[in-house]
């Protein structure tokens, strides 16, 4: 599904991503772990191009594109790279002018250009799905952190992605808040969603990744099942990121 080689990024001279390589399959869950500033989530941007790639290759299903040497992405290519790909955000970013329907409904409506009645039914089922049906014509400010992120969950389904980016989507809520937003990502693994995770949650890690990737200083440390990262790690420095963490 996901297909990244040698990739580079640099902000200036600063060299935060230095040659990644990746594979992420259809219907597979990813979580990418790592120290803080190790690029975990510059990597994710990437992927759909929120960050542009100083070097290397992407492939997102059939969009297909190298970087460097002055290739600038056509802004028709990046908004079909997008339409294959949702994000969901740490801060949710929901518009707080709209109701929850209406977040759901912007990209459909907006962006793909489909007609209110269809999008408005999609998005009621969406949030039948994250448990949030009765909640549809609040207002962001009214719902709690975790219910904020499982609309904001529902809203990068909507366009109907072929898969799902988050970007430590838990790491602003509340600890008794974190649960039911890992609860509905869970499902969403076990229907078969194509999912990449940055994530800071290692129990969740070792029960919904099929692969971890550990990143370090913008290289791949080690990557693994959820078995061979936690119980058999091989590098010395996932052990000690390991260890840190408990
Ligand atoms: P992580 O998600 O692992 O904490 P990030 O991808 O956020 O790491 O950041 C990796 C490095 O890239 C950090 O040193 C950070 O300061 C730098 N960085 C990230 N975004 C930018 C940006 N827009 N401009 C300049 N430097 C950035």
């Known amino acids: 599904m996901i297909e990244i080689k040698q990739l580079e990024k640099a902000f200036g001279d600063h060299q935060v991503l230095k040659g990644i390589d990746l594979n992420i399959e259809k219907s597979k869950v990813m979580v990418i772990i790592g120290p803080s500033g190790s690029g975990k989530t510059t990597l994710l941007r990437c992927m759909n191009l929120l960050e542009m790639p100083t070097k290397g290759a992407l492939r997102v299903g059939d969009f297909q594109m190298t970087f460097g040497e002055g290739n600038v992405p056509k802004q028709k290519d ?82 109907n992605p072929e898969v ?20 509905v990502m869970k499902e969403l693994a076990l229907e078969g969603m194509t999912m990449v995770v940055v994530t800071h949650e290692m129990k969740f890690a070792s029960e919904v990744a099929d692969q971890i990737v550990l990143l370090d200083q913008g290289k791949i440390l ?4 959820p078995d061979d990262i936690f119980n058999h790690p091989k590098e010395e420095r996932t052990k000690s990121f390991l260890s840190r963490l408990i």
């Open 78 to 159: 990046i908004l079909s790279l997008r339409r294959k790909s949702g994000m969901v955000f740490q801060s949710y970013n929901l518009f707080p002018h709209k109701t929850v329907l209406q977040n759901i409904m912007e990209g459909p409506v907006i962006v793909q250009r489909k007609k209110q009645e269809e999008a408005e039914a999609r998005a009621l089922q969406l949030l039948d799905k994250v448990g949030l049906k009765e909640k549809a014509q609040a207002y962001p400010e009214q719902l709690s952190g975790g219910q904020q992120q499982r609309v904001g969950i529902a809203r990068a389904m909507a366009v």
């Open 164 to 183: 799902l980016l988050f970007d430590e989507p838990t790491s602003a809520l509340d600890p008794e808040l974190v649960g039911e937003v890992l609860g």
């Open 222 to 225: 080690e990557q693994g099942s």
